[in-house]
């Protein structure tokens, strides 16, 4: 079962452009995760936010949680063609400190 | 190594073949874990280990799974009598204790 899903499952933009990519849980939880899956290879760490945080920057990324609302959004700034990939939120729930819980992803192509 | 390192990268077994699926993780890692990811969804947690000990396996789908790691270092995910539903990318992943999970390239299952 998943727990988080993430809005849109798909989204095509121009290189330049700002990507944002929603996730929603069902559940308290430690801390999200989100991370980046190019086609056919394995998932890339990109930041982990903490329940008592609010929002998260690395780079061109920033992560805000909300969790009275039970959700998170990635925003890509000044999107790259290599920024083309599947991007996944995980949550480690509440009670386990190490089992992560994986939405379906948001597919994003970036087009030059 | 450099990081988590899978193998075979791709295998096709026949329905009824039993598979065995490697996983070499990042040297030192205390924490081990296999995700199984499906075509178009998010990983799943199969099961963890903390050195040699299998702490979690309640996300291994059936009997026919067996997961190992007895010197606490390389794993083995084997699976018995393999079925077409058993087809996907089977992800290992490691960490030192409480930091960011680093994620193997996968194993790439087709039963046919």
């Known amino acids: 079962s998943q727990q988080g899903e993430e809005d849109p499952q798909a989204l095509s933009i121009q290189e330049g452009e700002n990507a944002t990519m929603n996730c929603s849980y069902k559940t308290s939880i430690n801390n999200l995760q989100w991370y980046r899956q190019n086609s056919g290879r394995g998932l890339v760490h990109l930041i982990l936010?903490?329940?008592?945080?609010r929002e998260k920057h690395s780079g061109r990324l920033r992560v805000t949680l909300d969790t009275s609302k039970k959700s998170s959004s990635l925003l890509i700034t000044a999107s790259r063609a290599a920024d083309t990939a599947s991007y996944f939120c995980a949550t480690e729930i509440k009670g386990s400190n190490y089992k992560l819980t994986f939405g379906k992803g948001t597919l994003l192509t970036v087009n030059p | 190594g450099a990081g988590v390192s899978q193998s075979p990268r791709y295998k096709v077994a026949k329905r009824g073949q039993d598979v065995a699926l490697r996983c070499d993780p990042i040297?030192?890692?205390?924490?081990l874990f296999w995700y199984q990811q499906a075509l178009g969804q998010g990983p799943e947690f199969l099961t963890y280990?903390?050195?040699?000990?299998?702490?979690?396996k309640s996300g291994l789908p059936s009997d026919r799974f067996f997961a190992e790691r007895p010197e606490g270092s390389v794993s083995t995910l084997k699976i018995q009598r393999t079925q077409q539903e058993d087809s996907a990318v089977y992800l290992c992943?490691?960490?030192?204790?409480?930091?960011?999970?680093?994620f193997g390239e996968g194993s790439w299952l087709t039963v046919v």
């Open positions: 280990f903390q050195n040699e000990a299998q702490l979690d």
């Open positions: 040297s030192g890692h205390v924490s």
């Open positions: 992943a490691s960490t030192p204790e409480g930091n960011t999970i680093y």
């Open positions: 936010i903490r329940s008592n945080e």
